[in-house]
């Protein structure tokens, strides 16, 4: 079963960046798309970002312009640039498949952005 361990959290200053990163048990090639998610305390866990295979990407109006997810298949990684934060985008973010695997969420890293 594949497992997924997201790295690359902490604490940010409004208009900061962040890097995060997601390393997979698997070779991340045969899933297809990858995404980013987040849960912030009290909201449903939303996607942030989505990769295929092809590159094509994918964003909600909330992060377009300031998230940018890439892809390292040859390290079974995916990335999450984060920039120009905002407080709203304080939240556990997870890595998954696209469509999610619902057992293989893994332990998430905590992104805050506060002054």
């Known amino acids: 079963q594949v497992q997924f361990v997201e790295s690359g959290g902490g604490l940010a200053k409004p208009g900061g960046s962040l890097r995060l990163s997601c390393a997979a048990s698997?070779?991340?090639?045969?899933?297809?798309?990858m995404g980013w998610y987040r849960q912030a305390p009290g909201k449903q866990r939303e996607y942030v970002a989505i990769?295929?295979?092809?590159?094509?990407?994918n964003y909600p109006d909330s992060v377009k312009g300031r998230f940018t997810i890439s892809r390292d298949n040859a390290k079974n990684t995916v990335y999450l640039q984060m920039n120009s934060l905002k407080p709203e985008d304080t939240a556990v973010y997870y890595c998954?498949?696209?469509?999610?695997?619902?057992?293989?969420w893994g332990q998430g890293t905590q992104v805050t952005v506060s002054s």
């Open positions: 998954n498949t696209v469509p999610f695997m619902k057992d293989n």
């Open positions: 990769m295929d295979q092809s590159g094509n990407t």
């Open positions: 698997g070779s991340i090639i045969s899933f297809g798309a």
